[in-house]
């Protein structure tokens, strides 16, 4: 079975989709297989591989009407060991019509949850939203990434992903485990020093070793619709997301 | 009748909440009245004055259930002259049950047109996701201010930011004028000067002249709960903000 990864964050601009493709290529790089999961209607996650949306019938919207199978909307990366499902032009749309079948939250779950998927690891990218599929992600997944900006209003909606992640557990996913990943972190800013210090403090090893700083390398990536360690292999980024993905593989292995 | 300005972008992290705080608090400096409207779950916009959310029946849902009028919501910020409606703590659910009732889109647009607002300007924050919340913001508005970082991601949101502006005039709100506003810009970075000469060579003077640089004295205004005018007078983003002020009284004076 496939290690399921949600990247989430009411919070928006905090780099989940950032995060989702670089940690992805470093999964691959390290051996991995990887499929990536487009959930967010702005369809960066599928922009940052360089693949335009697609229409709803050839989407993961097909596969929640009941008209299709996840397998079928897989689409190659041009990097070999990293796949994507990408996301549909009306994702957006799910997010009404989503919570008027009873049992809508584990639809994910119940899709990604099988022994035929070959890849060693899933990464569902979210929208700064926490309807329908934010929902479905948490429900499904088994680690769930909140990257996390050191600022006030970033470090403010920890509080409810924690009244988010209490649900899930409670109805949906009782092993659902969550890590902080420090993200744009500008180590000179005294806030970022402050508010770091502060989260290590409240959550412990619940935040991550490793942190993530600004480069504007990262931002030339997205540009190129490429992951940052094929953009700029030896760049700070490139590095500090290697040693992210040496970091969650201790955890994919253990289970 | 007030002149109601909306500051939406479904791409996160934009800026959205630190325009509207910081263009409230200078509109009111000028000598204008200013009532601004919390439409994002995340309720940033009144941690940012420093107002805890409110429950339900104290908010604009009870507003949205036909239970109570939006003026007995209205909260003073401490700021003469700035007052504010708080976010709900379950906003979110907005999303959900107003696409049910029919004409639904002109909630908001029918509570704030009328004369009995004694505000010179309202102002809408709205949350990273083009819902129903954001949809009653644009149709009710005057105005529509984008926070555009100049990045890959953020600069390509606002295709889809287009196509929901060209629906709204057609079917609510003919009248609609959108701006863009650069933020967090930084002029050493050659990514934001190509790219913000990219959108004035697109959008021309669809791009207000103000441009709001990178300042993080942004940062520690919002963990005091201050607009940033009062927290820091003479800093460089207090200054801009002062100008977007003056820039956007040349629309209000001409309605
Ligand atoms: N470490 C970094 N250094 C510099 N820029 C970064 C870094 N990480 C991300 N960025 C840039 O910051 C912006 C926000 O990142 P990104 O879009 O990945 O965040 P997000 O959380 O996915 O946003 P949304 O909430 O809209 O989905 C992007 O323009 C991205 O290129
Ligand atoms: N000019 C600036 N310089 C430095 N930091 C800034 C600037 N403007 C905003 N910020 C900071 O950037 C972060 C994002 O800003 P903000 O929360 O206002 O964006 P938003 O578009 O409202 O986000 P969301 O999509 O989550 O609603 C905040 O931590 C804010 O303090
Ligand atoms: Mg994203
Ligand atoms: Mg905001």
Redo the contacts with the bound molecule.
């Keep these: 079975m496939a290690y399921i990864i949600a990247i989430a964050?009411e919070k928006?601009?905090?780099?989940?989709?950032?995060?989702a493709v670089s940690l992805g290529a470093a999964l691959v790089e390290a051996g991995q297989t990887v499929l990536l999961v487009d959930l967010?209607p702005?369809a960066?996650l599928s922009m940052a591989v360089g693949i335009e949306p697609v229409p709803s019938s050839k989407s993961i919207m097909s596969v929640f009407q009941d008209t299709g199978s996840l397998r079928e909307h897989q689409v190659e990366t041009g990097i070999p060991g990293l796949d994507i499902i990408p996301a549909a032009f009306d994702l957006g749309m799910a997010e009404r019509f989503l919570p008027i079948r009873s049992g809508y939250e584990t639809l994910l779950r119940r899709l990604l949850r099988t022994p035929d998927w070959k890849h060693d690891t899933i990464l569902l990218d979210c929208?700064?939203f926490l309807g329908a599929l934010t929902t479905n992600a948490l429900a499904a997944a088994d680690m769930l990434i909140m990257?996390t900006q050191a600022e006030y209003f970033s470090v403010s909606a920890l509080r409810t992903m924690m009244g988010l992640i209490r649900k899930i557990r409670n109805e949906h996913n009782p092993q659902l485990l969550y890590r902080l990943l420090l993200?744009?972190y500008d180590r000179r800013n005294r806030i970022h020093r402050t508010l770091a210090e502060q989260l290590r403090a409240t959550f412990g090893n619940g935040v991550l070793e490793t942190v993530?700083?600004?480069?504007?390398r990262?931002?030339e990536s997205?540009i190129a619709g490429l992951p940052i360690i094929y953009h700029s292999p030896h760049s700070r980024?490139a590095l500090q997301y290697r040693a992210l993905s040496q970091e969650i593989l201790t955890y994919v292995k253990e289970t």
Tied chains: 1, 2.
């Design positions: 964050n928006g601009g905090v780099a989940k989709t950032t995060t967010d702005q960066n929208p700064p990257p993200t744009m993530i700083e600004v480069d504007t990262l931002r997205a980024s």
